[in-house]
């Protein structure tokens, strides 16, 4: 259901970048990695992408910064910014939405429902409200 999309996984965690590198690929999507919101921002415009999978915690710009600037460039506004976060408390919620992600999954990653969950962002171009 996601082949052929590309998605930009920007972690800083290396061994979250692989984890969900694997669960995508094996999903049959093409994945991009960044390990830093520079890199990530840099990627977004050069390369065709489909989709962003962004940690919200990373060093220098976190990745709500860099969302902003993605939302903020014509370039790159339309393009669905996912936040991955360790923290879904209330204010944490509403500060990922805010900086304009479309949602946000919740880290420990859960393996099982990952893929399908990023799924739901690529389908139809509309992403679901989030609760
Ligand atoms: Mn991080």
Sequence with gaps: MMNGKTILVVEDNAQNRELVSDLLVLAGVRVLMAEDAETALELA?????????MDVSLPRMDG??????????PATAQLPVVALTAHAMKGDRERILAAGCDGYLTKPIDT??????????????????PA
Excluded: I
């Excluded at 415009?45 to 999978?53: A, F, G, I, K, P």
């Excluded at 709500?64 to 460039?73: F, N, S, V």
């Excluded at 099982?112 to 409200?129: E, H, I, N, Q, W």
């Design 64 to 73: 709500l910064e860099a969302t902003r600037q993605l939302k903020g460039d």
């Design 45 to 53: 415009t050069r390369e065709v992408v489909d989709l962003v999978l």
């Design 112 to 129: 099982r429902g990952f893929s399908d969950a990023v799924a739901r962002y690529l389908t139809g171009g509309s992403p679901p409200k």
